[in-house]
C-alpha cells in the first residue's frame, strides 16, 4: 500500500513564502517593464549630447538624481537603463534640456532677437553709451556659451572717462566701475568664466586682462617695486580694499598672475583671475610671445586660447602644467550613502600627491642628489649629436636638409604608461617587464651600433660605455626592436601606473591641428602641397602664428614643469616649492624624452633601410639629412598617392610628422661642424 506524504504546517508555511518571492519578483519585473513603457527617454547617444550642450557633468546630474556618476554613464552609454523615481527623474530632466536646447520661438515662429545686454550694476553716475568699437572676425573656435555667455575672459581697457571689457567673440561693454573692488564684483556677475574640461573639473575662474591704462585708472602702479617677489605690497590701499569688501589672495600675493576670492558661501565659489600686463603678464619671457595687438583682437586671441586649450594661467608652461591637473584633477565627487552627501574621494587615474622621486630621477639640486656620482644620474635627454659627413656623403650630396617633428615630444606623451601614486619600489637584479613604467639600471654597451646613427641609449648620441640608468621605454626598445639580451641590475618601478598624458595630448593635438586648419594646413595633404603650404605660413596673420606659439609652448612647457628646478638661489639641496606639486614628476618627463627619443630612431632605422640615407645631425626635435636638391622632399620618400610612407619620416601636419625647418649647401654643414657647433641649431631658414 502506497503511502501518501502529507506535508507538514512548516513546509506549507515555505512553499507558500516561496511562491510569494517568486510572484513578487516577477510582479516587480512586470511593474518595472510597464514603468519602462510609460516614462520614455531618449535614445543614450542623445542623452549625452543633451547634458554636453548644458554644460552640465556627470556628477551634476548624479547629484540631483541621487546616484552615482558611473550610473549617468552607462545610462549615456547604453550599457544599463534607470528605473523607478530615477526613471522619471532622469526623463524629466532631458525633457527640461531639450526644451532649453531648442532655439526660441517668437509667435510669428521667427528666432526671436538675441538676448538682451547683461544689465549693468548701478553707478552713482551714469556715462553715456558708447558705439563698440569695430574688429576683425573673431578666429574659429571662439564662441559663446550658456553657461557663460560673456566667454571665459575680458581685456579691459580704458576708453575715455570709464573702463571697457571687450570680449572674446568682439562685444565690448562699458564696466560700471571706478575700484578694483567694484570690477571684481562686476566679473563675478558678469557670466565670463570657462566650461569643466573634465567631468571632475570645476568651471574656469573669469580671467580680466588689465592694460597699462585699466591699471592705472584703477590705481595700481605702472612698475613693481618688489622685484624680487614680484607681487604688490599688503600694505597698497588696493589690497587694504580687497581685505575689507571680504576679498583674499592666494599666497603668491597680488602680482601679474593674480587670483582674488570670496569666501565659499551656500558651495559656491566666487574668484577672478587677474593679469596686469604693465606688470610682465603674457610677456615674451613666458612663453606667449605676443605681436602689438589693440585690446579687441587681444581677447579674441586669448579666447580662442581658451577655447581650445583653457584660460590663461601665467605663463605657457604654468598652463600646460595647469592643464594636466583639469583634465585629470586629483579628487572627484561621489554619492556616500553612509554620509547621504557626496564626499571627495581619489580620482583614479590622476596624480593625488607630492612624491619623492627615486635618487637616479632626482634633480641635482635635489635633497636625494647629495653626495650622488654623475654616473649615477639618469640621463634620460634629447639628442644634441652631429657627425661629419663620409667621404661617399661629399661625393654624392651638395645639400643638407633639416627635419622639424611636429610636437615630437607632446606626441611621445599619447598613450604612455607612466607612474602614478605609488612610490618607487627599490627592487635589486629585476627581470625586465616592459608593461611597468620604472628606472633601470642596465648595462647596454654590449648593443651594436652603427656609428652613422645616434645611440639611441645617450643623449650625446655617443654609445654606452658602462651600467646607466634608463626608462621602461628605451629598455623596451632595445630588447624588442634592436633584439638585445639584457639583465638589469636594480630597478625602481611603480605598480600604479597608466596613460595619465593621454588627454593632455589630445587637447593640445586638437588646438594645433584646429589652428593649422585655420592657417589653411590641413591633415592628409599630399606632402608637396604641404611643403607649398608651409611656404607660406609665414605670412599669416601674426596673431594666429602666436595662437601656433603659444599652443606648443604650453606643451613644451608643460612637460618641463615636470622637473622643475628651483627658481631662486637657494642653499644646496634644500628643498623648493615645485616639489611640493603632485605634478612634479622628473619619472614621467624622463619617460616621455625616451619615449620621444626612440621613436625617432626607429624612423630613422626604416629609412636607411629604404633610402641608404644616414642623419648627419640632431638637436632634439630636428634632424639633418644629406640631400641631392635643398627640398625636403628629396629627403622623404612619397607613397603612390603623394603622401608620406608608414613607419618613415612624413611630412605633414600630424604631431610626429616633420616640416622643413631648412636647407643649406653641405659645406655650411662642415663649417659649423668644425667649429664644434651642432648645425641642427643653426639650420633653420632666417
Known amino acids: 500500500m502506497t503511502r501518501t506524504h502529507v506535508p507538514s504546517r512548516q513546509n506549507l508555511r515555505d512553499s507558500h513564502v516561496v511562491r510569494d518571492e517568486q510572484e513578487a519578483s516577477v510582479f516587480a519585473r512586470v511593474d518595472a517593464l510597464l514603468e519602462s513603457l510609460q516614462t520614455p527617454l531618449p535614445p543614450p547617444e542623445g542623452r549625452a549630447r543633451l547634458r554636453q550642450r548644458a554644460h552640465l557633468t556627470r556628477e551634476q546630474l548624479a547629484d540631483a538624481l541621487q546616484c552615482q556618476a558611473q550610473d549617468i554613464e552607462a545610462w549615456e552609454s547604453g550599457a544599463g537603463d534607470p528605473q523607478g523615481i530615477q526613471r522619471a527623474g532622469y526623463a524629466r530632466l532631458l525633457a527640461g534640456l ?228 583639469a583634465l585629470r584633477p586629483p579628487t572627484r565627487g561621489r554619492w556616500s550613502h553612509t554620509d547621504r552627501r557626496r564626499v571627495s574621494s581619489p580620482n583614479p587615474g590622476a596624480l593625488w600627491e607630492p612624491l619623492d622621486p627615486a635618487p637616479p630621477e632626482a634633480h641635482d639640486a635635489h635633497p636625494l642628489a647629495q653626495g650622488r656620482l654623475p654616473q649615477d644620474a639618469m640621463d634620460e635627454e634629447a639628442w644634441d649629436w652631429s657627425r661629419t659627413p663620409t667621404d661617399t656623403e661629399n661625393a654624392a650630396f651638395a645639400h643638407v636638409v633639416g627635419l622639424d617633428i611636429n610636437l615630437a615630444f607632446i606626441a611621445a606623451a599619447s598613450s604612455a604608461s607612466v607612474g602614478l601614486n605609488s612610490p618607487p619600489r627599490h627592487i635589486h637584479n629585476p627581470t625586465f617587464d616592459r608593461k611597468i613604467p620604472g628606472t633601470w639600471l642596465c648595462d647596454l654597451s654590449h648593443i651594436p651600433t652603427d656609428p652613422r646613427l645616434p645611440s639611441p641609449f645617450t643623449s650625446t648620441g655617443q654609445p654606452p660605455t658602462g651600467p646607466a640608468w634608463y626608462a621602461t621605454p628605451t629598455l623596451d626598445y632595445a630588447v624588442k626592436d634592436l633584439g638585445a639580451t639584457i639583465k638589469p641590475l636594480e630597478a625602481y618601478l611603480r605598480d600604479d601606473h597608466g596613460p595619465y598624458l593621454t588627454p593632455w595630448y589630445e587637447r593640445l593635438r586638437d588646438a594645433y591641428l584646429a589652428t593649422m586648419a585655420e592657417a589653411g594646413i590641413h591633415q592628409d595633404i599630399p606632402q608637396e602641397r604641404f611643403l607649398q603650404a608651409m611656404n607660406t605660413l609665414p605670412e599669416a596673420d601674426p596673431a594666429l602664428l602666436a595662437l601656433l606659439s603659444a599652443i606648443k609652448a604650453t606643451g613644451k612647457g608643460g612637460l618641463g614643469k615636470l622637473r622643475e628646478g628651483p627658481r631662486e638661489t637657494t642653499t644646496p639641496y634644500q628643498r623648493w616649492a615645485a616639489l611640493d606639486s603632485p605634478t612634479w614628476r622628473p619619472d614621467i618627463r624622463a619617460a616621455v624624452i625616451s619615449r620621444a627619443r626612440v621613436n625617432t630612431h626607429r624612423k630613422m632605422i626604416k629609412t636607411a633601410e629604404r633610402t641608404g640615407r644616414y642623419p648627419l645631425a640632431v638637436l632634439s626635435d630636428c634632424v639633418v639629412y644629406p640631400a641631392h636638391t635643398p627640398s625636403a622632399l628629396d629627403v622623404v620618400p612619397s607613397g603612390p598617392d603623394g603622401r608620406g610612407i608608414p613607419g618613415l619620416f612624413c611630412l605633414g601636419v600630424n604631431p610626429g610628422f616633420a616640416k622643413e625647418e631648412g636647407t643649406r649647401a653641405i659645406s655650411w654643414f662642415h663649417q659649423q661642424h668644425s667649429q664644434g657647433l651642432n648645425p641642427a641649431r643653426y639650420i633653420k631658414n632666417s
Open 98 to 325: 531639450l526644451a532649453l536646447d531648442a532655439p526660441p520661438q517668437s509667435e510669428a515662429g521667427a528666432p526671436e532677437e538675441p538676448p538682451a545686454p547683461i544689465p549693468r550694476l548701478p553707478r552713482q553716475t551714469e556715462p553715456q553709451p558708447r558705439p563698440a568699437p569695430q574688429a576683425a572676425a573673431p578666429h574659429r573656435g571662439t564662441r559663446r556659451r550658456p553657461g557663460f555667455p560673456r566667454g571665459p575672459l575680458a581685456v579691459v581697457d580704458q576708453t575715455g572717462p570709464a573702463l571697457t571689457a571687450f570680449f572674446a567673440d568682439q562685444s565690448s561693454t562699458e564696466i560700471p566701475a571706478d575700484h578694483l573692488v567694484d570690477l571684481l564684483q562686476w566679473a563675478i556677475d558678469a557670466g565670463i568664466g570657462r566650461d569643466a574640461l573634465s567631468s571632475h573639473d570645476r568651471a574656469g575662474d573669469p580671467l580680466l586682462v588689465l592694460t597699462p591704462a585699466a591699471s592705472q585708472f584703477l590705481g595700481l602702479p605702472m612698475d613693481l617695486e618688489d622685484r624680487a617677489r614680484l607681487r604688490l605690497p599688503d600694505s597698497h590701499p588696493q589690497i587694504v580694499n580687497l581685505r575689507a569688501a571680504g576679498f583674499k589672495l592666494t599666497r603668491r600675493g597680488f602680482g601679474p598672475w593674480a587670483r582674488a576670492y570670496l569666501p565659499v558661501t551656500d558651495g559656491k565659489r566666487a574668484s577672478v583671475q587677474l593679469a596686469v600686463t604693465g606688470w610682465g603678464a603674457l610677456s615674451d619671457r613666458d612663453g606667449w610671445n605676443l605681436p602689438p595687438l589693440a585690446p579687441a583682437p587681444l581677447a579674441r586671441l586669448l579666447g580662442t586660447y581658451a577655447d581650445r586649450v583653457l584660460t590663461p594661467r601665467g605663463s605657457t608652461a604654468v598652463c600646460g602644467q595647469e592643464l594636466m591637473t
